[in-house]
């Protein structure tokens, strides 16, 4: 198994981003996946989920109405848009298949003036 996510970096508030998630090794269309994030001095935490056939997704407090996850199981790959991004949304972002607890390297989102 293996995850690969790209498209962080140095945003200003107000502004968006999107992540991309590559799976491999294993059936990606099968499986629920997930986006996290870790923000410095902070626990790791469940930003949002999608299920394997991307009819049900689910979202932190603090990022509903402004984030969206969504997958395409034809190209393997898991998405997070994020728009209105917020200093408080500063973060290591990782992408993660739950069952069995697979993660990806993680990519930096860095949202400054």
């Known amino acids: 198994v293996r995850l690969v996510e790209s498209g962080g970096g140095l945003v200003q508030p107000g502004g968006s981003l999107r992540l991309s998630c590559a799976a491999s090794?294993?059936?990606?269309?099968?499986?629920?996946m997930s986006w996290h994030r870790q923000a410095p001095g902070k626990e790791r935490e469940l930003v949002a989920s999608?299920?394997?056939?991307?009819?049900?997704?689910n979202y932190a407090d603090s990022v509903k109405g402004r984030f969206t996850i969504s997958r395409d199981n034809a190209k393997n790959t898991v998405y997070l848009q994020m728009n209105g991004l917020k200093p408080e949304d500063t973060a290591v972002y990782y992408c993660?298949?739950?069952?069995?607890?697979?993660w990806g390297q993680g990519t930096q989102v860095t949202v400054s003036s």
């Open positions: 999608i299920s394997f056939d991307g009819s049900g997704t």
């Open positions: 090794g294993f059936t990606f269309s099968g499986y629920a």
């Open positions: 993660s298949r739950p069952h069995r607890g697979y």
